[in-house]
């Protein structure tokens, strides 16, 4: 049995290592050396009727050691307050043989999931083994550049996807306008039907790259005392005049501040507004909430509409995603990176009714936990 459980979690740990998994390549490190520790703490122990361990038995568990030994994952066992390392990563951050000496305080912490060492930063995931605990140290940088990495990718093969999108057609309609042009007995109005297509055409790629534009180019933002009041009172107003057919109600304390950058959060709460109101359509009702909450500011924005289907929950805050006809993917997109640039965050609370939550650190001294009142 604990030969198959090796061989299941070798598998696993191959797998991830070659997919850049590094969360699961923990895990499953995690769970060998559990399995390694485990047989050994049983082995020592009497036994009335067992028979020897077989050749095969102990040739799967020197494998497995052996892999666990080329992780480039450091595993650490602790010991009360003794620290060893258990592979040859551990061995060559830590500088030793065996024993770490000293031992790093947040090792010996159980509650402790970050660990600053040799100039990087790790994070701690453990595992019980009996009275001893085995740690694997993950490079937190290294899980951001690979994070970095496939962003960057995908964003590419997106971005080249839509363009080239784009252009195919803009170059068949001018093909066609110059065969228009060229036909003496041809009709004169086709000319003008296509021209009038190719212009459209254009147009909406243009849209397009200046969408990827703004994304690409966010300034930092420029934080100042702003009054939340005011400039939710200035959406009210623009919504009311770009849907006058959709509802919008807010709640929002009176004598709310934050320090914001205006201009970009004015324009991520757009983005959530004009997200609500295409997925609701024309005639949506749209609630639109403020407060603060333990030193932040939470802006919650729900619609009527058909709400987010599951399989859509995990991209669509992804660059140029979109399930609408006529959407560009950019604006939930860039209201998130908007979030993110003033060290908040922006989630989505409710599948149905699609709710976001908007959620920016103020850095206002008004800390008050002010209840809604209806505008």
């Known amino acids: 049995m604990i030969g198959l459980s090796l061989a299941v979690a070798g598998g696993a740990a191959g797998l991830a290592s070659s997919y850049g998994l590094w969360l699961a390549l923990a895990g499953a490190l995690l769970a060998i050396a559990w ?23 102990e040739r799967e568990e020197a ?5 666990l030994d080329a992780s480039p994952t450091p595993l650490l066992l602790v010991d009360g307050t003794v620290v060893r390392a258990l592979n040859r990563a551990a061995r060559r951050l830590f500088a030793t043989d065996d024993r770490v000496l000293p031992a790093p305080t947040t090792l010996l912490d159980h509650d402790a999931t970050h660990l600053r060492h040799a100039g990087r930063s790790w994070r701690a995931d453990r595992v019980d083994v009996g009275a001893r605990v085995v740690i694997a140290l993950i490079d937190v940088e290294g899980e951001e550049r690979t994070a970095e990495a496939r962003a960057s ?12 999108n784009g252009l195919v057609p803009i170059v068949s309609l001018a093909e066609c306008g110059l065969a228009a042009a060229e036909a003496k007995d041809g009709d004169p109005e086709l000319l003008a039907e296509i021209l009038t297509t190719l212009a459209r055409r254009a147009e909406g790629l243009q849209r397009f790259t200046e969408a990827y534009r703004s994304l690409a180019r966010l300034p930092p933002p420029m934080k ?5 009041g005011a400039l939710i009172a200035d959406l009210e107003r623009l919504f009311a005049v770009r849907w006058p057919e959709a509802v919008l109600t807010v709640a929002i304390p009176r004598g709310l501040t934050g320090m914001i950058d205006r201009d970009q959060l004015n324009q991520a709460i757009w983005a959530l507004l004009q ?17 603060r909450q333990e030193g932040a500011l939470s802006i919650d924005i729900t619609d009527n509409g058909p709400g987010v289907p599951p399989e859509q929950a995990s991209v669509i805050f992804r660059p140029f995603a979109t399930t609408k006809a006529s959407g560009t993917g950019i604006g939930l997109s860039l209201a998130r990176q908007i979030a ?5 965050t922006l989630n989505l609370l409710a599948l149905t009714p699609a709710t976001f939550r908007l959620r920016l650190p103020d850095g206002s001294p008004h800390a008050s936990g002010q209840r809604l009142q209806s505008c």
């Open 35 to 57: 399995l390694i520790l485990s047989n050994l703490e049983t082995a020592g122990r009497p036994i009335a009727m067992s028979a020897a361990p077989t050749i095969t038995a």
């Open 63 to 67: 494998i497995h050691r052996m892999l």
């Open 153 to 164: 990718a995908e964003m590419i093969q997106v971005l080249g996807h839509e363009m080239l």
């Open 224 to 228: 100042q005392p702003v009054d939340m």
């Open 275 to 291: 997200n609500a109101v295409e997925a609701a359509g024309a005639a949506a009702l749209v609630d639109l909430s403020v407060m």
């Open 340 to 344: 993110q640039a003033h060290g908040g």
